[in-house]
């Protein structure tokens, strides 16, 4: 195509149709009183409501902030913002934990036996099924949301990173080898860059597995956040602040993920199958 810019144009295009028509069905039975709209408030009410929530709840006033402070003031942003502190500080400290322990088992068969079966007991359990026991040790705050997501954030970088190291090609090893790479060397310009692919992968589905986490968790252990929020609309009842609460999580998420597969790209633009742009 003689503009690739525009095929691009329209593969995003596309991929709108299939929301748009929901869209369109939804607000269509919803004026047509098919469904109840306590239940099922209409995209619009969702969007009225979505925009409430997004605005500042007081009119400016230059005497107690400045107007960036007073534009960023609803109550959308400071719940988004408390999420997203929780979810990157404990997916920080989630990997903190994993990169380590994950290369070193990849690396040594004796250390991967060591830790392995603790491992294996302790990753089948779901990060929610820490709830009561977090409660228990940190109280209520930030502390036991923190825990969880570092716990949901950690298993999937751990066997992402255990499985890039161990299959790592023989051939980048054996031709280190020849060249007479140190133990050092080898670890550091073969076998981490070769397990790298791996490591983002878990990354991103550890950002991901965070990002959830974090919801349930604000629905329980906090009193600010896109959880609370959500939970804060079931007790009265309030629908389209529950949907629009939602649809908020999904934007947030799809801008991590995005930003998480930009991240990959750039760093991965020497592995084959991944083109720079």
Do not use: C
Not at 24 to 38: D, G, K, R, T
Not at 78 to 96: E, H, K, N
Not at 212 to 241: C, H, P, Q, T
């Amino acid at each position: 195509m003689k503009y690739p810019w525009l095929k691009k144009f329209a593969e995003k295009l596309q991929g709108l149709l299939v929301p748009l028509v929901l869209l369109a069905m939804w607000q269509w039975l919803s004026s047509q009183a098919i469904v109840n709209p306590q239940i099922l408030p209409a995209p619009t009410a969702v969007l009225a409501k979505w925009w409430e929530y997004l605005s500042p709840q007081e009119a400016y006033d230059p005497a107690k902030a400045g107007y960036l402070a007073w534009l960023f003031s609803g109550e959308l942003i400071r719940d988004a913002y408390a999420s997203l502190y929780r979810v990157m500080l404990g997916f920080m400290i989630g990997a903190a934990m994993a990169l380590p322990l994950g290369l070193m088992m990849g690396a040594s068969d004796r250390i991967y036996k060591l830790f392995n079966p603790l491992i294996q007991l302790l990753r089948p359990i779901p990060p929610i099924a820490f709830i009561p026991l977090s409660i228990l040790w940190f109280g209520l705050g930030n502390p036991p949301a923190i825990f969880l997501i570092v716990i949901g954030a950690f298993f999937p970088i751990l066997m992402n990173t255990i499985a890039g190291v161990r299959n790592v090609d023989s051939i980048y090893i054996r031709a280190a080898r020849n060249l007479g790479a140190s133990q050092t060397t080898m670890f550091l310009r073969v076998i981490l860059p070769a397990a790298t692919p791996y490591i983002l992968t878990g990354a991103r589905i550890g950002v991901g597995t965070a990002f959830i986490v974090v919801i349930v968790a604000e629905m329980i252990a906090v009193n600010n956040g896109l959880g609370y929020r959500i939970l804060e609309a079931r007790e009265f009842f309030w629908s389209d602040k529950i949907i629009a609460g939602m649809f908020s999580i999904g934007l947030l998420g799809l801008a991590i993920d995005t930003g998480m597969n930009w991240l990959n790209n750039y760093l991965l633009k020497w592995h084959r199958g991944i083109e720079g742009n």
